[in-house]
């Protein structure tokens, strides 16, 4: 079996190619040791290159970082449809804080159909979008504080789907603000309270969930109060508020969707 120059064990079949041999060897010597070095190693050759058959396949972006637990930060919204399009009677107002100004005065406006795209865009964490929902909802609430005959009662039943939207993606963010918007509501049109008890089936699961959610800073000061973020004082204020607004049969439709509540009035 031929040998590296210089002395040393034979050659691995691997490493067997014609320029391991002495310049003077004749071609058939050559492949004659070559064939011997085969048989003795058990080796036949390297053969082809992998044409990857074999290999497995795994689809494109299996190993990119999934965010199935995240809120999607470009949700499909009917707010961001009709902004982009032109529909809304808004337009951005850009100074130190982003703001909006209204084309017509909010009370003038369609409430059965304005109310339900506003409360949709409250799914939306991204600018302008996530202002112009907050705010234009501030706006047409407040502007129906008090309006007989009211604006708000013929438009709950359409926001009661993009409201539980809003409420069962479990992020804080959306769902302090929601939260926020059903308390305005509330506040602003007292028979909207009594027209909400049928809807307490769709609402007040993801308030159960969230009820005994608050900070535990023990003696410490919670010095972000005045955001409005703390999810479990949120559902009791909004919970205690239905009570109030909802008429007799308020605090027994709260106890069947929340055992451990009890009533404000006891």
């Not at 399009?85 to 409430?111: C, F, N, Q, S």
Request: glycine content about 8%; aromatic content about 10%.
């Amino acid at each position: 079996v031929p040998r590296v120059p210089g002395g040393g064990e034979p050659l691995s079949p691997q490493a067997y190619t014609m320029s391991n041999f002495s310049p003077g060897m004749t071609y058939g010597r050559k492949q004659q040791l070559m064939d011997r070095s085969v048989t003795m190693h058990s080796f036949w050759g390297l053969g082809p290159p992998p044409s990857g058959v074999y290999k497995k396949k795994h689809p494109r972006g299996v190993f990119d970082k999934q965010h199935v637990f995240e809120v999607n930060k470009t949700p499909a919204t009917m707010l961001r449809r009709y902004f982009e399009r032109g529909d809304l009677p808004i337009v951005m107002k850009h100074g130190a804080t982003l703001g909006i100004e209204w084309k017509v005065e909010p009370e003038r406006l369609d409430y059965v159909y304005h109310l339900p795209i506003f409360f949709d865009g409250l799914l939306e964490k991204t600018d302008p979008y996530a202002t112009i929902a907050y705010v234009g909802l501030q706006d047409m609430l407040n502007a129906a504080r008090g309006k007989e005959p009211s604006l708000i009662a013929p438009a709950l039943p359409s926001v009661i789907v993009p409201m539980k939207r809003a409420l069962n993606t479990k992020d804080n963010v959306i769902m302090c603000r929601t939260i926020n918007m059903l308390q305005l509501m509330l506040r602003c049109d007292l028979s909207v309270g009594e027209m909400l008890v049928p809807y307490y089936r769709q609402l007040l699961p993801v308030f159960n969930l969230f009820r005994s959610n608050n900070s535990n800073l023990g003696d410490g000061i919670d010095y972000s109060q005045r955001k409005r973020e703390n999810m479990g004082d949120l559902v009791m204020e909004t919970l205690e508020l239905m009570e109030r607004t909802g008429g007799e049969d308020a605090f027994i439709n709260i106890k069947y969707m929340i055992p451990t509540y009890e009533s404000v009035f006891s």
